[in-house]
């Protein structure tokens, strides 16, 4: 078992990541004193998968749990199901001390932590991340949101978790293509803070794929960690610092949005705008066409999509325009300068933009 501590002040927490945790995790979770009614926040999928086991150690530990279930979809992200959840919890919340669980994946732990926000004006809330993106990536730094049909994660705060609970052993349930898409955002990692990361990938990713315990340990603790620093040291985004995390994330988000958030789950929409930013990045002098290819042939290799299809470029231009990043009408992208090198670029014109989504309706490149 491993500890990383978020160092925020009176908003710090550890992330705790190891193997078979679900089975402590009333233990750990009652040492917090954050309450004795666990309200937890799932999917069916989930909680057939990993109910039980959480269940019994909270209740073991001497915690009530109540579930909550809530459709296996990008789509449960809204205002309406928000406020279903709240409904429900309010109910149930009578002469007692609740505390939300989030356990799943990203769309879970976003409106999980969304609704721990605002209810009451806040109650304590705990991350259990089951997929390898939540894991190493939307667990961690206290951003949750709702999405709106104008775009992805427009309604939100900034809310911290009092534990995030990384149970290694919840992967062995996923799917390859959950897989690839946590490798998505681990490769992000690399490119914009850690060259030896990017090399681990790009030696193990087999390996990683077939979710070997010691490079998934070492992944997920290393990626962990990343995301952690960067947040002590600008926790609402208001320096620049955490911006960098959102690398490929401008486009992507706008091709999950021209999608219906159903043609393209968030790391492949992720890998989809990293291959845009990096087009980019190259038009504008900052890399040059090898680095292009090598973070290009590790994407392929990662087995994620290398082009936008049965999408309309036309709709994913106009939900770019409804990105949050944008600042006084300006886009702002993160390009590379090179490995470990992140920039952030505003107003790129409009052109470069189109011509880098075009180049991925262009047939597969090969290397």
Known sequence: M??????LGERSYDIIIGRN?????GK????LNIGKDAFIITNTLIKNKHGQRISNSLKKAGLSVKFRLVP?????KSIKVAFAIIRDISRYDRKRRIFIIALGGGVIGDIAGFVASIYKRGVPYVQVPTTLLAQID???GGKTAVDLMQGKNLVGAFYQPRLILTDLSTLESL???QIRAGLSEAIKYGIIKDEALFKFIEKNYSEILKLNNKKMEFLVYRCSNIKAKIIERDEKEEKGIRTILNFGHTLGHAIEAASGFERCNHGEAVA???LAAIDISKKKGLIAEGLYNRIKNLIKSAGLPLQIKKISI???LKAHYRDKKFIGGLNRFVLIKGIGKPVIVTNIKLEIIKAALKKLKQPTEKF
């Open 28 to 31: 750990i979770i009652r040492k």
């Open 272 to 274: 989809l705008g990293m």
């Open 72 to 76: 296996d979809t990008e789509k449960s």
């Open 175 to 177: 799917s390859p293509r």
């Open 21 to 25: 945790l679900l089975n402590s995790a």
């Open 2 to 7: 491993k500890i990383i501590r978020a160092n």
């Open 314 to 316: 036309l709709k994913v």
């Open 138 to 140: 939307s667990s961690i």
